[in-house]
């Protein structure tokens, strides 16, 4: 399969701790077509992500306020990559299943 490369901007969610990017709406339709068939829980997708030097395996979350995937970036990558809310990172973004 093929990966997605994309800028994003790096969001804190309200109340809490998590961050996260928001998928292009045009990365998010294609892979919502070619994942149709095998959603995980809470309509997740397995995926391989890397922002700048850090590789990790995680899984993106269907957002129905933003019509599209987010993808959450937990602080070791954070901080391996000296990235904090309001940051834009390159993206490269890879299905598994």
Do not use: N
Request: negative net charge; charged residues 20%.
């Amino acid at each position: 399969m093929s990966a997605y490369v994309f800028d994003a901007t790096l969001w804190i969610h309200s109340g809490g701790s998590w961050h996260f990017v928001t998928l292009p709406f045009d990365v998010a339709d294609e892979i919502d077509e070619l994942t149709c068939e095998t959603k995980r829980g809470f309509g997740s997708s397995r995926v391989k992500v890397t922002i700048g030097s850090t590789t990790w395996s995680t899984s993106i979350f269907p957002d129905t306020k933003a019509e599209s995937y987010v993808l959450p970036v937990k602080q070791p990558v954070r901080k391996a990559e000296q990235l904090a809310a309001g940051a834009t990172c390159r993206v490269t973004l890879q299905l598994v299943d």
